[in-house]
């Protein structure tokens, strides 16, 4: 198990399936509502998120053993997430969207779906679909859903066509069903303070999310965000900054969240900026150290649910 001061995905895999798991990104031919009206997310490159990914239109079975054979060779992985990663994958019609979550799971060293889309495209239709693949497969089931932020007042300026009313309606209903929930947050949006990366903590854990990506903030070439940036119009905070606002989210993290990711991960012939030049191996080392140097580990500050007050003037007989 990991020695790192926080929950670590890998961790939470091996408890889960009893040894390493690994994503094999799957690429479908879909787009983004955002983006039907104009430019879409203000930090969202036309190219999405599938950096890693195959061609869309290669067959879904095709790219799941492609992928494969490069992660199996590499890490020596034996079971596999089939990962449904670029834009939003349930903004297609719903048989279209049962047809590829078939293909998927009939991959017998596939051991789960996960399922990137958005907070306003999640129905009871959807679900359901996913609900009956996991009961004639017996494949896990996840959903991984873009918050970015607490502060919607930052989601309105990055355009994000979604406030936090989606969100927690997205979250209840994924867990009404039963799935786990991965939720993406950037801690470094301009215009966030420290006590909005306290409150996305906060509000991950209060929502009980299962695992957690935080991204730093990146910005990819013909962008809204990276137009604005070159215009002096924004700023970016400093690598240490972002490291403290990392520190103090974990702190505030509940410790049953596992931590999926701390820094991005993208080419640079498609960013110009990206986690200060440095590689983000790097950037964890630094993260890891002033953690050590600062005491800091997830859930340190995690008492602010469940009567918090009752608790603490021991209202409550034991």
């Not at 060779?73 to 990962?83: G, L, R, T």
């Not at 998927?104 to 999640?122: H, K």
């Not at 299962?210 to 990819?220: D, E, F, G, N």
């Not at 809204?224 to 400093?238: K, M, N, Q, W």
Request: charged share 25%.
């Amino acid at each position: 198990m990991s020695q790192a001061p926080y929950y670590a995905y890998s961790d939470y895999l091996k408890r889960k399936y009893g040894e390493k798991v690994y994503k094999l990104p799957v690429n479908l031919p879909v787009g983004c509502p955002n983006r039907l009206a104009g430019r879409g997310c203000a930090f969202c490159s036309e190219l999405g998120t599938g950096f890693e990914a195959l061609d869309s239109h290669v067959p879904i079975k095709e790219q799941l053993e492609k992928n494969r054979q490069r992660i199996e060779k590499k890490y020596h992985a034996h079971k596999f997430i089939a990962y449904f990663q670029n834009y939003t994958n349930t903004f297609l019609p719903l048989t279209q969207f049962r047809a590829y979550l078939n293909e998927a799971a009939e991959v017998s060293d596939v051991v789960e779906l996960a399922i990137a889309t958005r907070p306003d495209c999640i129905a009871a239709e959807y679900l359901e679909a996913l609900s009956e693949v996991e009961r004639q497969y017996g494949k896990h089931i996840t959903i991984e859903l873009g918050l970015q932020t607490s502060n919607y007042h930052t989601l309105m300026r990055m355009n994000r066509g979604h406030t936090l009313a989606e969100f927690v309606d997205a979250v209840l209903a994924v867990h009404s069903f039963g799935f786990e929930l991965c939720a993406h947050v950037i801690l470094n949006l301009p215009g966030d303070e420290l006590s909005d990366t306290i409150e996305t903590a906060k509000l991950l854990s209060a929502l009980r999310v299962q695992t957690v990506k935080a991204h730093s903030l990146y910005l990819a070439k013909g962008t809204a965000l990276c137009e604005a940036y070159e215009r002096g119009e924004v700023s970016i905070c400093s690598k240490e900054e972002y490291i403290g606002r990392l520190a103090v989210f974990l702190d505030y993290l509940s410790p049953k969240i596992a931590v999926e990711r701390l820094f991005s991960r993208v080419p640079e012939k498609d960013a110009f900026f990206c986690n200060w030049g440095t590689s983000w191996w790097k950037l964890k080392d630094e993260l890891l150290e002033y953690m050590r140097e600062n005491g800091d580990f997830q859930g340190k500050k995690f008492h602010y649910l469940d009567g918090k007050y009752l608790k603490e003037y021991q209202c409550i007989d034991k």
